[in-house]
């Protein structure tokens, strides 16, 4: 008896550790998938590098309160399956809201963004954000645009004058 209490002490300490160490977590709903819309699922959020697990909610509502994050304890009731992403904060709801689009049995109920609960209408609203190349891209046009019109200003003066000298 007292090894199945360990089993899920340690359990209660690895989601909540996952919950610290993640910049985004994302909480859904999955009821409605079947197997191979969740293999879909599980392979897209696998190969950005984003864990998916499915935990007992008792112990997810444990995990959430060791790390301060009682909030998020409303949203595990039901199935759910949690998405942690510790490399990209815009990736796990990205793929995650994408998916939801095709398959409306999927639900985004919650999640931690940067240690912050968020709702579901915030996981949303991040999924629509750019991603960081696109957000540095935009960057770095805009950065671009006073040097390429000040060589196109020079170039036009330079021509102006060699018509002028001709």
Do not use: C, W
Not at 45 to 71: C, H, P, Q, T, W
């Amino acid at each position: 008896m007292s090894s199945i209490i360990e089993q899920k002490k340690q359990i209660v300490v690895e989601i909540a550790d996952k919950l610290k160490d993640s910049k985004s977590t994302v909480v859904v709903d999955y009821r409605g998938l079947n197997v191979a819309e969740l293999t879909e699922l599980r392979k897209q959020l696998r190969e950005a590098g984003i864990e998916f697990k499915v935990y007992k909610n008792s112990m997810a509502r444990r995990a959430a309160d060791a790390v301060e994050l009682s909030g998020l304890n409303d949203s595990l009731t039901g199935p759910n399956a949690i998405a942690f992403g510790n490399e990209d904060v815009v990736a796990p709801a990205k793929i995650i809201n994408e998916f939801a689009k095709k398959h409306e049995a999927l639900e985004i109920k919650a999640g931690v963004i940067e240690g912050n609960l968020a709702t579901a209408e915030d996981i949303k609203a991040l999924a629509e954000l750019p991603s960081r190349d696109g957000l540095l891209s935009m960057l770095l046009s805009v950065l671009q645009a006073p040097i390429r019109n000040l060589a196109l200003a020079t170039k036009a003066v330079a021509e102006q004058k060699e018509e002028q000298g001709a």
